[in-house]
């Protein structure tokens, strides 16, 4: 799994990275008109960003239309856990509590969606009660129960049959895992999770063992959408999950196209978040990135589902002639090294410190795309989307600044501190399907040699990723001691985003995400004040200090604060980014454009 690049090939690399970077910046500058949406009926650079574009030109009808690089993982709401899911999924599932349909970081506050409110909170943070709405209903007209939510969340304890989703719900309500999932449940109703209460049908009651404040964000997650018992196909319900939204699978063909239809059992008086304006919404899946991008440019598509930016050659070609049908939006992504403490000499914070200072940045930067398709230049670990995120303003190591081309001389101090003042050999870790990656390790492979730091580069099959960097033991034996990532928020939070990467509870022996093995008490600490902390403020604090704590210990060298180039087509209106999909479009109420 591991190949070896020539001199000779990564100066191509860079040399490649460094002209896409180029032919961006200059298109972004100078390329387009900010404002020809006048000619073409699109909105205008950015006119989607953090704001919505075209709200009051919604209209009811028609047909909606996505295409992805990539089928979804599953639609099961239990099991999906791509981002670009969880924001269509939104059509299908409702849940007691969804995030608001505004712009940037309103986005990401929740609001009431089966629940007739927020919720009442007692017993100092460990207990929610939630009563449901009036007039909520499945596609065949059935009331949706306080019932058929529990078994919907129930499903996530399954994950010897559902696996692959998040399990919040469960590492918050049965940490130990006691209950063993509605399949194996022995209770007759196979209702048997002790931690939720349904007195009747329509009030349903949570009892956590310790207080978590972000639980309202995890019952926002689809995760916790219901599914109702005489519909669940179990391992197969994501190839037709029923309905409890205002629109129904049609058709599904895995790896080819999914078509949504109106849910005529569905009451708008019911949903106070969908406006379900399109009659019809469909999903091509195609493998083809530049084929997809072009027949986007070309009006054949409305949206790309993914939401990962246009590939190069579209990213030009749209820059130069239809800049006006873009959006820039930073992303919840930070892509970044980070050091695994196992493999030596990254025991020692210099060491670890020497590669901070030693490093290229500008030079990352170019590596991901430069600023426009790569992102601005990440100077800490904490997205500036998440409360307690402070963007470039909290910059210990001065990666924007002062030695944002790298600081020989900081390093080779740092190299002498640390014991090795002739610099030493290491292994950079990088996925091979992911050029951007291999782009970055080459940079920084070259900013370490000119220090003394030797490394090769050690290139994996992506898909194999939880038991390579994901093994803290095979991480040790092929002295992995640089490993190149990016990660984005499972929900937006400091606990969304920080806890997997951080938190000592988290480190696994397969699938592991803390590859930095941090161990800190201080962390673990504020992570637990945070989660008993119900002022939306401390928390924010909180957030800062846990980030400010990560950074000080120089585990990660962040390449960039990620962006993103999205395409929406000139059809369509009242489209938004937002914070509780990082950065992508709000899906949900997106609607085609009134010709009137």
């Not at 909105?43 to 979804?72: E, M, P, Y």
């Not at 129904?248 to 978040?273: C, E, H, I, M």
């Not at 403490?341 to 030079?363: G, L, M, T, W």
């Not at 985003?497 to 480190?507: R, V």
């Amino acid at each position: 799994m591991t190949t070896q690049r020539t001199s000779g090939r990564r100066k191509q690399a860079l040399a490649a990275a460094a002209a896409v970077a180029g032919m961006l910046t200059m298109a972004a500058c100078g390329g387009g008109s900010d404002n020809e949406g006048s000619k073409t009926g699109a909105a205008g650079f950015d006119a989607a960003n953090n704001k919505v574009a075209q709200a009051s030109q919604v209209k009811k009808g028609g047909t909606l239309k996505f295409v992805t690089a990539q089928d979804a993982d599953s639609w099961d709401t239990t099991r999906g856990y791509y981002g670009f899911m969880w924001d269509f999924a939104r059509y299908y599932s409702r849940q007691l509590l969804t995030y608001k349909t505004e712009p940037g970081a309103k986005g990401a506050e929740v609001t009431p969606d089966l629940a007739t409110d927020e919720g009442q909170v007692t017993d100092d943070g460990k207990t929610y009660t939630f009563h449901l709405r009036d007039g909520i209903t499945w596609e065949d007209g059935k009331a949706i129960t306080s019932q058929d939510i529990k078994y919907g969340i129930e499903r996530v304890w399954a994950q010897d049959v559902l696996s692959g989703g998040p399990i919040y719900l469960q590492q918050m309500l049965d940490p130990d895992a006691t209950y063993k999932g509605p399949y194996k449940d022995t209770s007759k109703d196979k209702l048997g999770l002790k931690a939720i209460d349904t007195p009747d049908a329509k009030t349903i009651v949570f009892h956590l063992p310790k207080p978590n404040s972000d639980f309202k964000q995890v019952l926002a997650m689809v995760t916790a959408s219901p599914v109702r018992q005489d519909m669940d196909t179990k391992s197969k319900y994501g190839l037709k999950p029923f309905s409890s939204g205002p629109y129904k699978f049609q058709s599904y063909s895995p790896g080819k196209s999914l078509v949504l239809v109106r849910n005529t059992s569905w009451k708008a008086s019911s949903d106070p978040v969908r406006k379900a304006y399109p009659d019809k919404i469909t999903l091509d899946i195609s493998t083809n990135q530049s084929d997809m991008d072009q027949r986007l440019i070309n009006g054949d598509y409305d949206i790309d589902a993914s939401q990962t930016g246009l590939g190069p050659q579209g990213r030009t070609i749209a820059l130069k002639q239809h800049k006006a049908n873009l959006d820039n939006p930073v992303s919840g992504f930070i892509r970044y090294a980070v050091f695994p403490q196992s493999v030596k000499p990254f025991d020692n914070i210099d060491c670890r410190k020497a590669v901070i200072y030693a490093a290229d940045h500008v030079s990352l930067q170019t590596a991901r795309g430069g600023p426009v398709a790569g992102g601005d230049i990440g100077t800490n670990m904490l997205p500036p989307s998440i409360p307690g995120g402070e963007g470039q303003k909290y910059d210990p190591y001065k990666i924007s600044g002062a030695n944002k081309s790298g600081n020989d001389a900081l390093a080779k101090d740092a190299l002498k501190a640390c014991g090795q003042p002739n610099g030493f050999k290491t292994t950079i870790a990088v996925r091979n399907n992911k050029q951007q990656e291999v782009a970055t390790a080459t940079s920084l492979q070259a900013a370490l040699k000119k220090v003394g730091i030797q490394a090769d580069i050690y290139q994996y099959d992506g898909s194999q990723s939880s038991g390579i960097i994901g093994s803290p033991s095979n991480v040790a034996k092929k002295k992995l001691g640089i490993i190149i990532m990016g990660w984005g928020p499972d929900f937006p939070t400091v606990q969304g985003y920080g806890i997997p990467l951080w938190s000592s509870k988290y480190i696994l022996q397969s699938g592991n995400n803390n590859y930095g093995l941090i161990k800190d008490k201080t962390i673990d600490g504020l992570f637990d004040q945070y989660n008993a902390e119900l002022n939306e403020s401390k928390k924010t604090q909180i957030a800062t200090d846990i980030n400010h704590k990560v950074s000080e210990g120089a585990y990660y060298l962040p390449f960039v604060f990620e962006r993103l180039l999205n395409w929406r087509s000139s059809r369509i209106a009242n489209v938004y980014t937002t914070n509780a999909f990082s950065g992508y479009y709000d899906f949900v109420n997106i609607g085609l454009k009134s010709t009137k």
